[in-house]
């Protein structure tokens, strides 16, 4: 705002306090080393995968199979584009409908 006023009016020729101006130039370089260390990421925290048994109390046997499964191998796949997801459903739903006419299930719905 004080370079908007004309030079007599600013008082021209007069220094500012030596205090004034260290404490302005420590409060610049803080901010902007503030500034620089928020724009630094940390790298990720890799951490190995363990392996851990199926818990037994209080879970039927079928419960404890499906929790002790391995994990589907897609369950970690980001789709790009919709022709990719389509993909993958199709070939979800191909195995679903394998796996029913393996068991002799009729579906209710004609497909």
Same mark, same amino acid.
Do not use: Y
């Given at each position: 705002?004080?370079?908007?006023?004309? #030079?007599?009016?600013?008082? =021209?020729?007069?220094?500012?306090? +030596?205090?004034?101006?260290?404490?302005?130039?420590?409060?610049?370089?803080?901010? =902007?080393?503030?500034?620089?260390?928020?724009?630094?990421? +940390? +790298? @990720?925290? &890799?951490?190995?995968?363990?392996?851990?048994? =199926? @818990?037994?109390?209080?879970?039927? @046997?079928?419960? &404890? =199979?499906? *929790? #002790? #499964? +391995?994990?589907? @191998?897609? $369950?970690?796949?980001? $789709?790009?584009?919709?022709?990719?997801?389509?993909?993958?459903?199709?070939? &979800?739903?191909?195995?679903?409908?394998?796996?029913?006419?393996?068991?002799?299930?009729?579906?209710? *719905?004609?497909?």
């Amino acid at each position: 705002m004080l370079l908007h006023l004309p #030079a007599k009016e600013r008082g =021209a020729g007069k220094a500012a306090p +030596p205090g004034l101006t260290v404490l302005s130039f420590m409060f610049l370089a803080s901010s =902007a080393a503030g500034a620089l260390a928020d724009d630094a990421m +940390p +790298p @990720p925290l &890799q951490v190995p995968a363990k392996s851990l048994t =199926a @818990p037994t109390a209080d879970l039927s @046997p079928g419960m &404890q =199979a499906f *929790i #002790a #499964a +391995p994990l589907n @191998p897609d $369950w970690d796949k980001l $789709w790009k584009t919709g022709e990719e997801a389509r993909a993958f459903a199709d070939k &979800q739903a191909a195995g679903v409908l394998k796996g029913a006419d393996s068991e002799g299930c009729r579906p209710l *719905i004609p497909i």
